[in-house]
Each structure stands twice: as structure tokens, then as C-alpha cells.
């Protein structure tokens, strides 16, 4: 059988070098008299974290000090680790595998060289049957080349050369921070004679789903002619369910054995919100019989475990006039679905640390808030293979984007004969590596590719046409986009809406709130079928910016400070949060929950108009989920550490399965005298949704100006206009106040419910001056629940109460809130769900605030 012996840990050793100088000193050799200055470092990894750990630089995520580790990928670094192989495995084929070297690298084995390996997306694997010692100690040796110069964020895309994230060459959200490391797994592969080289797995169900016929394609690589037997066995929690078994005589070198299968009554897998994910195992067995015409069958020889899915995947046509528009709708296993995303971006700028408690924790932050697909943007990684288990688990689709990108002087690949020969190699090893999870919808060319007008191009361009064939020949049942929008209009602009109101297919932007009337006027005359990237840009949480930036250099917060310059000044929107709230801010904390106010309302007011046009709209993805590097400003809704800004949870309450929404004019009302909105239903569930929908104005002091109730009807999956809702702005009393809806069925219970705040004056300058009020929070433990109770026991309305982990950042463990960032009116209580994971039960304390009332702690009853 098969033996995986891994080489991964914090027992390798590095050391750096200028140029070729480890050459001069032999320093990849056993018997080097290099001993000097070796340093622990751990694998899977990057070079940079691996000298942060030691101290040798200061922390980059402070303030500026990205600046002086700068000069970390200028260097050459050589890796090394002393191993053993059990004398057990002697007389078997072994390989050196390395799933990710970043970039390019030489290889040693007791010296000798083993190869080069360039491109930090395909594996690296080398035989060394005959170069092991079953002696005594191995030294594997890695020379880390000096980063390629490439491209950062602004640039000509058509001068890139390499297949390599740029994210890190610098980006307007992460730094430069170049990075290198061996950043995947390495371990010794060992076999018998006949190795598995891949088992590609189809499941492609029977027109009414009651059967699936499972196609394995397994390629074994034998070193001399044998007779094998191959075993395929089809199992769900450990039962088989389906099995087959060939045997055959083979040449040295690769075959290929295509096992068909049956399924009865498959479990299918859904995405998130629709269903269950339950997961089949393909295991393919070989055995051999020695030489061709052999006796009975030996030992296993290799083993491949492969979970896959099975679910049919299509596309059809929005409802658009517009013949030329590519489809957009998503149908998963014969129902159509609404694409409820964000864009993933790396989780570090450092990507090659293993981090599985932050991936898990962001992936569960995802499917928490009704995700059903990510889009993983085309300036960052191919993610590592646990990225895509979680989303097969979790039932997260993925959008999954070549790593090519704009760069806003030249956004066209290069059409050089060799990088697109280059880019067919790796698409050749990257796309078999990632076929057989369930949840990769897509493969795209990359992101925002445009011709020299801004048109986005088209499998014309070279490059594109070449990855295309690749994708059609390895993964035949993906879909292909060539990029990211895909036009006929790149821009979601009020000029193009009016200049081609049904060419705005699938459309980026804006990335900014637009203002208190212009955001709401642009998404209320939105025509897109597909918004794949838009954006509001906010501050971030407090804790993290107090946790990298030193008290003396908080203020002012603006471009001008050059702290804020470096930590994301191009989302730097300071003086919109001034003019927002009528200037006059002169505290980071205020600062932060008006900019975070402006990013949460902007963002789910943006969400729901794509929502209310469904199925013209099919999806939305805003920009972004997280980021890789703890900026001041960003358009993410997550923090560096993986904590909620608001627009995380505003955005949550948009994707909700069933869904209120009201479309409105302006969120600063002077100079109006009547309050007019339209409310919506959003409905993902396969049945109408019937009820009393309730809609109030409430003033600030919890007085009620004007109240509408009617019978209304939800259909099913899609999007239902309801009432019009008017009211007199003379009859609310206070200069700020709500619209509160809510949908109730015949019982009296809450199916749906939504809040929006509004200002009569012409900014929101009337929240910051809101009448304090007091807050009482308690909480009751269920296990690792908390089930905590917020009261308004005040006589003003509370503003933005949040939850927050008490602890310091980066403690172990977190919580997880199903809901923050709420509204209480004066006497209102609400009941939130808190969830402890990976923390001890002495340590687990809880905080409760607003803008207007002061923070407290969460009493356990």
C-alpha cells in the first residue's frame, strides 16, 4: 500500500545569501563547513515569517515597518532538513514530493542535485529510490532563488512573465511584501511498482436524479511491464455503495483505466442555503501480479482516496432582451439559485504559514452569512487543497480565477508564444489537482483583462484561448469565463446605465460609497445581470488599529499622515465620513463606527437593489471578504484577524433566505417632506411566503410617526415587489430616526424583519449628537452557547450596539455572533446567539456597547 511520510514541521533549518555564494561554500552538502548562522524554520512556510518568529525583523503589520523587510526577497535562502527513511521501505519506489515551492528553487539529496523547479503553483516531485540512505540521516536541501521582479498593482499586465501572486509585489491592500517560502507540503511518496498518478472522478446524474453514473479515470505510472489489478470502490460513511475491478496487463510508463459506475438514488450536494453536502469517496486500488501474465495478486502497490460530489451544474439565460449576453443564472441539480457572494482574497500576505483555525473560522464566517460562493480573485493565490475541502463541506461554490490580473495602465496579457506556453503548463497541472471538488463551479482567465479601450477581452486574446482549450480538455463539465467582468461594459456607472442600459452584462464597481444621495440613486437604477465585483470602503475595528499603529500617529486619520498613506490609502475615505456626518469628528473611535456606519448601509443597501432585480440580476459578489494585511482602510468586511466590521453583518442580513428590503431616495432627507419607499421581498425557498408585513417610521425616542400594515405574499424564489410606503417627515419628532419592517404570519411570529436609519437634516450629523441611553446585557451558557439577552432599559434609542470578544486580539480561539451591529429601540430586547470555539470556559468573557450607550460586560447568569 501506498506510505505517505511527511517532511513537514519546525525542525528545518534556514539560512540566507547573497547571489550564488551558498555555492562557493557548500552549503547544500552534508559535509559543508558552512555552520554558521543557521536558523529554525518551519515547512510549510515563508521566508519572512520565519525570520519574524525568530526576531531578526520587526513586524511588518506596524505602522510602516513593511518598509524595512523589504529587502528579504532580494536574498537567496536555502532550506534544509536532516531525515530518515525506515529501512522497511527499502527495494520501493520513492518520490520527493513538494506541493508548492514559491518560486523557484533548486533541489539536493545528500548533495546531489535532484533539479530546478520554477512556478509556485505546480507540485515538484523527484525519484530518489536510489538516492535515499537507509542508514542513517538524509539532508534535503532547497535553494530558494531570489524573488522574480515582477508586476505590482499599477503597471502593463502585458510585462508579467511569471505565474506568481502579485498581491504581495505591492497592492492597494497589502503591502509589498514579496513573497517566498516553501509554501506547501513535502513528503516522500512511496509505492510498490505500479504508482496512481491522478484519479479523475465524474458523477453525472440521470435526468431526474434517481441514478448517477460515476466515471473513474485513474492513470497508474508502472516502472516495468506488470499484470495489475485495479480496485475501485465507491463508499459514502464507510459503506460501499458501488464497486468495480479490472485487471490488465501494462507497459513501463503511463496507463489509463476508465472504471464506470453506478449510483441509485444518489445523495446529491447543494450549495449553501439549499440543501445538504454530503460527500461520496472514490478509492482506487492497484495491485500487481509481477511481470505480465503473472500469477496471483501481491500486496497493494498504491492506494488513492478521492471525496467528490455529485450534483449537476448549469447555466441559463437572465432575463435580459439582450441576445448577446453570456448566462449568468446558476442551476444547481435543476433549480435555479441566486449567487450570493463575496471575493476571497489570501488570508496573509505570509500564505505559505499554515493557518487552519483562521481559514476555518472565515470559510464558517462565510457560510454563517448565507455564502454560496466565493470568487477568488485573480491577483492572489490558487488556494492550497484545504481552502476546497472546507468549501465542500461548508457547500461555498468557487469562482476560481487563473492568476492574472489588471494593472491600470495595461490591463492585456502578453502574447509572447513563450508566457503563454508557460501559463498551458501550469493550467495543465493545476486544473487536474482541483477537478474533483464538488464545489469548483468555475475556472476564469483572471481578473479585469481589458483591451486598450477598457472593453474586457474575450477567448480571442491568446492567452485565453489557450487556457480555455486546456479547461475544456481536463475539466470538461466547469464553466470557462475569460475574465472578470466580462462586459459588454466593464463599469457600473450611471453613464453606462444611460448610454447601454442592457449592455452592462457582468460589471465591476464602484468600490466607493457614493454619497448620501448618489449611492442611492446608482444602485436604484441598476441594469447589470451580474455584479462579480463593487465595493464600500470602511475603517477597520478598533482593536486592530490600536494593535498596529502607535497612539502619537492615530491622528489625523487621513492621507496627509503618512501611517494612513501606507495602510490603505486608497480606501482611505476620511473626508466623506467628515462631510457623511458634518465634520467635526476629531476621535478614532468615532471616526471608525461613522466610517463603518457609511461601508455597512452603503454595502447592503448596494446588495439588496441587485437582489430586488432577480433573475435580470443573478448574483452578487461584493468586494471583499478579508483581507491579507491589517489595514487602516479597506473595502473588506472582515479585519485582518478575522473579526466583523459592520458591513459583515449588514450584508448577512441581505442574504438572509427570506428577506425584507425598501428602495428609497437619499438616507439624508432635507428639503423632502415626504418620506417615500418601496419594500421588497427577497424569497430563496421553494414555497410563497405569506404574511402581515408591518412597516413603522420611529423616531429616536421610540415614538411611532406612521404606521402601514397589509397582507402580502413573498413567491418563491425570487424577489417580490410588495407596498409603497408614504409618510410625512413633519410628523416625526426627533431629527434622526428609523423605518422598521417586519413580516409576520397568521401565528404572530417574526419570518422576517429589517431596520434602515435615516436624518432629516442633510447629513447624519444627528447621530452623533443622539441622547445616551443604558444598556443591560445577560447571558445564559448551553454548552459552548451563550444565549445573550441585549435591553434598551433607556429612553432613546440605542445606536449600533455590537458584541465583541473581550479578550486581546489573537488570543486563542473566538466567537462567533449570529447577529451585531443592531438597533434597539428604548425598551426593546433583543436575544443574540454567541458561540465559544477552541475557548476555555474561565476565559470567555463578552463586551456590549454602542455609539450612544458605554460598553459592558455580559453578565453570565
Known amino acids: 500500500m501506498g506510505t505517505i511520510l511527511s517532511l513537514d514541521g519546525d525542525d528545518w533549518e534556514f539560512k540566507d545569501f547573497v547571489g550564488e555564494d551558498w555555492i562557493w561554500r557548500n552549503s547544500e552538502k ?19 515569517h520565519d525570520l519574524l518568529a525568530l526576531g531578526e525583523v520587526p513586524d511588518p503589520h506596524y505602522e510602516r515597518n513593511s518598509l524595512l523587510v523589504e529587502w528579504v526577497p532580494e536574498r537567496t535562502w536555502l532550506y534544509r532538513k536532516r531525515f530518515r527513511v525506515p529501512a522497511e521501505h527499502r527495494g520501493r519506489r ?21 533539479g530546478d523547479h520554477v512556478g509556485m503553483f505546480v507540485p515538484a516531485a523527484f525519484d530518489v529510490s536510489d538516492a535515499v540512505d537507509f542508514e542513517g540521516d538524509n539532508l534535503l536541501a532547497v535553494v530558494i532563488e531570489r524573488a522574480p521582479d515582477e508586476q505590482p498593482q499599477v503597471s502593463k499586465t502585458r510585462y508579467v512573465r511569471t505565474h506568481k501572486s502579485r498581491m504581495t509585489y505591492w497592492w492597494d491592500f497589502c503591502p509589498r511584501m514579496i513573497h517566498q517560502g516553501i509554501w506547501d507540503r513535502v513528503y516522500l511518496d512511496v509505492t510498490g511498482v505500479a504508482r496512481i498518478e491522478d484519479v479523475f472522478v465524474r458523477a453525472t446524474p440521470s435526468p431526474d436524479f434517481s441514478a448517477a453514473d460515476v466515471v473513474a479515470t485513474t492513470t497508474l505510472h508502472a516502472s516495468a511491464p506488470q499484470t495489475v489489478e485495479l480496485d475501485v470502490a465507491l463508499t459514502r460513511e464507510g459503506r460501499v455503495v458501488a464497486r468495480a475491478s479490472e485487471t490488465r496487463s501494462v507497459d513501463a510508463g503511463e496507463t489509463t483505466f476508465e472504471t464506470t459506475l453506478r449510483l441509485e438514488r444518489p445523495e446529491l450536494w447543494w450549495p449553501n442555503g439549499a440543501g445538504a453536502q454530503p460527500m461520496y469517496e472514490a478509492t482506487a486500488t492497484v495491485r500487481t501480479r509481477g511481470s505480465a501474465g503473472g500469477g496471483a495478486a501481491s500486496a497493494v502497490s498504491d492506494e488513492r482516496l478521492v471525496p467528490f460530489g455529485v450534483r449537476r451544474i448549469e447555466w441559463m439565460r437572465n432575463e435580459t432582451p439582450d441576445e448577446t449576453a453570456l448566462p449568468y443564472t446558476l442551476v444547481v441539480n435543476g433549480r435555479r439559485l441566486y449567487i450570493k457572494g463575496w471575493n476571497w482574497v489570501p488570508i496573509d500576505a505570509m ?38 475541502d472546507a468549501c465542500d463541506r461548508l457547500g461555498i461554490l468557487v469562482w476560481q480565477e487563473f492568476i492574472q490580473s489588471s494593472s491600470g495602465i495595461g490591463n492585456q496579457p502578453s502574447d509572447d508564444p513563450a508566457f503563454i506556453e508557460m501559463m498551458v503548463r501550469e493550467a495543465e497541472r493545476i ?7 464538488p464545489s469548483l463551479a468555475l475556472w476564469c482567465g483572471g481578473n479585469e483583462l481589458q483591451d486598450d479601450d477598457g472593453r474586457p477581452l474575450d477567448d480571442d486574446e491568446p492567452v485565453l484561448a489557450a487556457l480555455k482549450r486546456v479547461v475544456a480538455r481536463l475539466d470538461p463539465d466547469r464553466r470557462w469565463l475569460a475574465t472578470s467582468p466580462t462586459g459588454r461594459l466593464f463599469n457600473n456607472t450611471l453613464e453606462n446605465i444611460v448610454k447601454d442600459p442592457d449592455g452592462l452584462h457582468d460589471v465591476h464597481g464602484p468600490w466607493e460609497h457614493q454619497g448620501l444621495t448618489a449611492h442611492y440613486e446608482l444602485y436604484n437604477r441598476g441594469t447589470s445581470l451580474l455584479s462579480s465585483e463593487f465595493g464600500v470602503e470602511g475603517m477597520t475595528n478598533v482593536k486592530a488599529l490600536y494593535r498596529t499603529i502607535a497612539p502619537e500617529h492615530r491622528l489625523p486619520a487621513t492621507r496627509d499622515n503618512p501611517v494612513y498613506f501606507h495602510r490603505g490609502s486608497w480606501w482611505n475615505n476620511e473626508p466623506l465620513v467628515q462631510r457623511s456626518f458634518g465634520g467635526g469628528i476629531d476621535d478614532v473611535e468615532t471616526l471608525v463606527r461613522a466610517s463603518q456606519l457609511l461601508q455597512a448601509e452603503g454595502l447592503r443597501y448596494a446588495v439588496e437593489s441587485n437582489l430586488r432585480r432577480q433573475y435580470r440580476s443573478s448574483g452578487t459578489l461584493p468586494w471583499q471578504f478579508n483581507e491579507p494585511f491589517p489595514n487602516a482602510y479597506c473595502t473588506s468586511a472582515l479585519d485582518y484577524y478575522g473579526e466583523p466590521k459592520s458591513a459583515y453583518y449588514a450584508v448577512a442580513r441581505a442574504y438572509a433566505p427570506l428577506a425584507l428590503s425598501a428602495a428609497f431616495a437619499a438616507q439624508a432627507l432635507a428639503g423632502r417632506e415626504t418620506f417615500e419607499a418601496s419594500l421588497w421581498a427577497a424569497n430563496d425557498r421553494t414555497v410563497p411566503a405569506e404574511g402581515t408585513l408591518t412597516a413603522r417610521l420611529i423616531d429616536a425616542a421610540g415614538g411611532v410617526a406612521e404606521t402601514m ?18 409618510a410625512p417627515l413633519a410628523a416625526v419628532a426627533t431629527d434622526w430616526f428609523f423605518l422598521d419592517l417586519a413580516l409576520r404570519d397568521a401565528s404572530g411570529r417574526t419570518l422576517a424583519a429589517n ?8 447629513n447624519l450629523r444627528p447621530l452623533l449628537d443622539a441622547k445616551p441611553t443604558t444598556l443591560r446585557a445577560t447571558a445564559v451558557a448551553d454548552g459552548d ?23 486581546e486580539l489573537g488570543a486563542e480561539g473566538g466567537v462567533l455572533f449570529e447577529e451585531n451591529d443592531i438597533f434597539l429601540l428604548p425598551g426593546e430586547t433583543a436575544e443574540l446567539r454567541a458561540e465559544w470555539r477552541g475557548v476555555a470556559k474561565d476565559a470567555r468573557r463578552i463586551a456590549a456597547g454602542g455609539w450612544n450607550t458605554p460598553s459592558v460586560r455580559v453578565a453570565l447568569e
Request: with cysteine.
Open 30 to 48: 552534508p559535509d559543508t563547513k558552512d555552520v554558521r548562522w543557521w536558523r529554525r524554520a518551519t515547512v510549510p512556510g515563508s521566508v519572512l
Open 94 to 114: 520513492i518520490r520527493l514530493c513538494f506541493d508548492g515551492i514559491d518560486y523557484a528553487a533548486q533541489v539536493f539529496l545528500n548533495g546531489a542535485k535532484l
Open 431 to 437: 486544473v487536474p489537482r482541483r477537478r474533483n471538488h
Open 351 to 388: 500564505y505559505g504559514v499554515e493557518r487552519p483555525e483562521k481559514l476555518e473560522r472565515l470559510l464558517t464566517l462565510a457560510q454563517r452569512a448565507h455564502v454560496n460562493m466565493l470568487r477568488v480573485w485573480g491577483g492572489g493565490l490558487i488556494e492550497k487543497k484545504a481552502f476546497y
Open 785 to 807: 452557547a451563550w444565549r445573550v439577552t441585549l435591553a434598551n432599559v433607556g429612553d432613546a434609542a440605542a445606536i449600533a450596539v455590537r458584541l465583541e470578544d473581550e479578550r
Open 709 to 726: 400594515s397589509a397582507p402580502v405574499v413573498a413567491a418563491a424564489n425570487g424577489s417580490t415587489p410588495l407596498v409603497d410606503f408614504r
Open 755 to 762: 431596520r434602515y436609519v435615516f436624518s432629516k437634516t442633510d
